[in-house]
């Protein structure tokens, strides 16, 4: 594969010079932490660009013109909710962790790059009910309980923009015995095996899977990675 560096992420994007130079200290601070904290796998590091910034950055085209607010649900090391926070800077981002040290990063981060971003550390399944405008997550939960974490954050209008693997197709097989929705795919740009699941008018039915079903932080064991 050949390598992919902070230029090919900008001519993938069209990223402002001023959005590349808050993104490459992002990066810098991430390798920094990382040592020591381990926010990310370090497998990924040498690829961070592609597998992290880009794969993050392929949702910000599909968020609506006229959304003002954005939920990142188990932002981890900031992905996809800092570097959409960084993309988009008149969005109000809420970035949700329930891990304090990935908090705590996430703080300094937002802070040396002047990214106005909220930190709301916390289980998703705690968090009191508040419509956002745009729901997003990466490599968090099966999409039965993604929904259920997703649900009380969304109104009739909001949109749910989830980064999945492979197993999609089942995962959606399962998520319709309990919930109503529209949805559309769109194929990821980093992943080939992957998607971007889109997600409209989520309504809830029978035997609604509850949010405190699963632990907070669960992550899919489908081969979509963070």
Not at 21 to 26: D, E
Not at 85 to 111: G, N, R, S, Y
Request: glycine residues 4%.
């Amino acid at each position: 594969m050949a390598p992919f560096g902070p230029k090919d992420f900008a001519a993938k994007t069209n990223v402002s010079q001023e959005t590349l130079t808050r993104l490459k200290l992002y990066a810098s601070l991430l390798e920094d932490w990382n040592a020591r904290h381990n926010l990310v796998a370090k497998s990924t590091l040498p690829d961070l660009w592609r597998r992290h910034f880009w794969d993050s950055a392929q949702l910000e085209p599909l968020i609506p013109e006229n959304a003002k607010t954005l939920a990142d649900l188990g932002s981890g090391a900031g992905f996809p909710g800092l570097v959409l926070a960084a993309m988009q800077p008149d969005i109000a981002v809420t970035l949700h962790e329930a891990t304090t040290k990935k908090c705590a990063f996430l703080d300094f981060a937002a802070e040396r790059m002047g990214a106005a971003v909220r930190i709301v550390n916390r289980r998703l399944e705690d968090l009191p009910p508040q419509q956002y405008d745009v729901v997003t997550a990466r490599a968090l939960a099966p999409l039965p309980q993604l929904l259920a974490y997703a649900k009380p954050l969304t109104g009739p209008n909001s949109v749910c923009l989830f980064l999945k693997g492979q197993n999609l197709g089942s995962e959606l097989t399962e998520a319709h015995k309990s919930w109503k929705m529209e949805t559309s795919q769109v194929p990821s740009q980093t992943d080939s095996s992957g998607a971007i699941l889109v997600v409209r008018k989520l309504i809830a039915v029978h035997d609604t899977p509850s949010p405190k079903a699963a632990r907070v932080g669960r992550r899919q064991s489908e081969r979509r990675r963070r």
